[in-house]
């Protein structure tokens, strides 16, 4: 009889986490790395909510540890070393994907990250936990500085590609080398053993058995040299393909990026009760495939109306204040990653798209709609921590 509700409970809180990753999947992860393309006119609505799942699924999948880890045990510290129980995950899943899923149909870009880790400390103070002050430091100070960190570079970067004195031709490539630089730096869980990660350049170095520093320096000039050399081709052979080919990579790899942040909001609270029982023998990787999976559904059914949302209503994109957008957005994606700190994707490309709308002048850009999706994203944080905490107490108080 106990092990039936055990796994009765385990079903209900792995269909909560599913829910979960599905509102991800069609609001933050799935909406908003390829609404910059889409505004720009460089793909259409339903092929990029297409191509977001499929990306999102392979970031989750090959990226999705270090976040998953973060939220399932490193924002309330249990003295016991344990973590939330099954009614507490299920509680904090709930609240936080009803909220996401509010967002998705009245078209406001609830910030994700914020909802979860609200709801998931509410139910874990409710449970006695302790508060993890040094994680929500990490955490706030990313928060605060994705505007300003976000906006500027998409600001600076969108102003150089207006500016008469930087040649496209020129620039354009020049950016596209820092992207390949970064991207050989990206760590993967693939090219490490076990759930270990590793970047191309680190693995290539410890492959040859070369001295790692000057490997791994070497290894990032070549992919940078040979991205900007294969992107200036491009552009020289014509100027509006080459960036529309551009636009549409550094949406892919926003896309990749944002499942593997995303998905360890979803699969966070659930990732303490897989630490016991038979349960315990499931890889991680086959957990994040699980939660990948969420989000690729998510992106198919429900990405559509937020893409719109945002590559439409926010600011009326060209190419190169897309490209300007999504450069800093996939380097904080790639830093939230790296740190393992849940980050809300809109705000870091509604922040970008206004820093690049900026760089224009700014008339175009809706200080209505961001005023009130400011609005929504300190919101959501209180709204969740609240809700959560009071249902957990309730849910306790009845049973």
Do not use: C
């Amino acid at each position: 009889m106990v092990a039936t509700n055990v796994l009765v409970t385990l079903v209900v809180a792995s269909m909560a986490s599913l829910f979960m990753a599905w509102a991800i999947g069609a609001g933050s992860s799935g909406s908003t790395p390829f609404a910059p393309a889409v505004g720009a006119n460089a793909i259409s609505v339903m092929r990029a909510g297409f191509f977001v799942g499929i990306l999102g699924l392979a970031g989750a999948v090959l990226q999705g540890a270090n976040v998953t880890e973060t939220v399932g045990g490193g924002l309330v510290l249990f003295p016991d070393g344990g973590g939330l129980s099954a009614i507490a995950a299920i509680v904090a899943l709930l609240t936080a994907a009803v909220l996401v899923a509010i967002g998705i149909f009245t078209g406001y870009p609830i910030a994700t990250a914020f909802t979860v880790t609200g709801a998931v400390v509410g139910v874990g103070l409710a449970m006695g936990g302790q508060p993890a002050t040094a994680k929500y430091v990490e955490i706030v100070a990313l928060w605060v500085a994705t505007p300003f960190v976000g906006g500027g570079i998409a600001f600076a970067t969108a102003w150089l590609l207006r500016h008469e004195a930087a040649p496209e031709r020129l620039l354009v490539p020049v950016l596209g080398g820092l992207v390949a630089a970064l991207l050989a730096n990206v760590r993967f869980v693939l090219l490490a053993p076990g759930a270990q990660q590793a970047s191309v350049a680190g693995a290539a170095a410890e492959t040859l058995g070369t001295p790692p520093l000057p490997t791994v320096v070497g290894l990032t000039l070549v992919a940078a040299a040979l991205g900007g050399g294969l992107l200036y081709r491009d552009v020289r052979a014509d100027s509006a393909a080459g960036q529309r080919h551009f636009l549409l990579v550094l949406g892919g790899l926003v896309a990749f990026s944002a499942g593997g942040s995303q998905v360890g909001l979803a699969l966070g609270p659930l990732l303490p009760l897989l630490g016991e029982g038979p349960t315990a023998a499931i890889p991680i990787t086959g957990v994040l495939l699980f939660g990948g999976v969420g989000l690729l559904i998510g992106s198919w059914t429900g990405a559509p109306r937020m893409i719109k949302a945002l590559s439409q209503d926010y600011s009326s994109l060209g190419p190169r204040r897309s490209i300007a957008a999504l450069i800093p957005s996939f380097v904080i994606a790639q830093a939230a990653v790296f740190f393992g700190i849940p980050v809300s994707f809109n705000e870091i490309i509604v922040s970008a798209i206004v820093g690049s709308g900026a760089a224009a002048g700014g008339g175009e850009v809706s200080r209505e709609k961001m005023a009130k999706t400011v609005l929504a994203w300190a919101g959501s944080l209180v709204l969740a921590f609240g809700v959560s905490y009071g249902v957990f107490v309730g849910v306790t108080a009845l049973f």
